[in-house]
């Protein structure tokens, strides 16, 4: 036997000894973090180029733009793609209004996203809706327009807020929008509604699997003065089971953090997210 060669035994130990690693904990640090636009919203309607590259410059990998740039022209859109590609930062998906669903809204998103870069055209609120059969509706008009993004290379997806995640009839409506919706439909989970109303992010993660591609991170506590202004990390959402869950069941691809205000500045508070989101993701 050469005399760096292990015996059987030595081996077999060694292996046992071992750790083993997951597949999707292997991988978590491929997936990339973002910022929602929305959390920057003001000092982006001043300076769309300034804001896109401070947020680059802190180490954001993906932003997300809201629905206002659903009025750029062809041009504006090809102008922020090449901000992006100079950047080194993509755009993965956008929030849309119930118009970017039906009619000749779709093309319009259809162009908009495919110049810019991006995968997934997401319907952020479906405005006022009526009981389950309002909610079975927007499934229906959802259903619609993912036909014709999939056809387009594009994806369609849906954000809730804490109306998606409110009982009616004992049902919640996001159960309604998941079970009438394609398998392709992203679920975009934004964490703090959810857990503000009282549903199990982790639970609602594995009972969609594959769907929730992209989560809002933005957090929540209850008492007077926190709710959402609180930074990522300082409220009640149990972030490590919600990264497993979302990395080895829910399909994730990247992650978007979202604040909707705090005590900083909307810079010194996108900062701060993202130094506590890489303390606690890893």
Not at 209 to 217: A, D, K, T, Y
Request: glycine share 10%.
């Amino acid at each position: 036997m050469k005399p760096y060669a292990l015996s059987r035994r030595a081996f077999l130990a060694a292996t046992a000894a071992a750790p083993v690693v997951p597949a999707w904990a292997q991988r978590r640090k491929q997936i990339p973090v973002g910022l929602e636009l929305y959390s920057v919203r003001n000092e982006l309607a001043k300076d769309l180029n300034g804001t896109v590259t401070a947020v680059a410059k802190m180490g954001y990998q993906v932003v997300e733009f809201f629905s206002p740039y659903f009025d750029w022209t062809p041009q504006q859109a090809k102008d922020v793609r090449r901000l992006l590609d100079d950047l080194g930062i993509r755009c993965n998906s956008t929030h849309n209004g119930p118009n970017s669903f039906k009619g000749d809204g779709i093309a319009k998103a259809i162009e908009l996203n495919q110049t810019i870069g991006s995968r997934f055209v997401v319907m952020a609120s479906a405005g006022r809706v009526s009981g389950l059969d309002g909610w079975r509706t927007v499934a229906e008009t959802l259903t619609n327009a993912s036909e014709k993004f999939r056809a387009a290379g594009l994806r369609a997806g849906y954000h809730n807020h804490q109306l998606e995640f409110t009982p009616i009839d004992g049902k919640r409506p996001m159960e309604i929008l998941a079970a009438n919706t394609p398998k392709d439909l992203m679920l975009q989970l934004d964490v703090g509604t959810c857990v503000e109303m009282g549903s199990d992010p982790v639970a609602w993660i594995k009972a969609n699997p594959g769907r929730i591609n992209c989560l809002h991170l933005k957090d929540w506590a209850p008492g007077e003065g926190k709710g959402y202004s609180v930074l990522f990390g300082e409220g009640k959402s149990p972030w490590k089971q919600i990264f497993a869950a979302a990395e080895s069941v829910g399909g994730v691809e990247y992650y978007l953090i979202e604040q909707e205000g705090s005590r900083f500045s909307p810079y010194e508070t996108a900062e701060k997210c993202l130094a506590t989101f890489k303390q606690v993701h890893g």
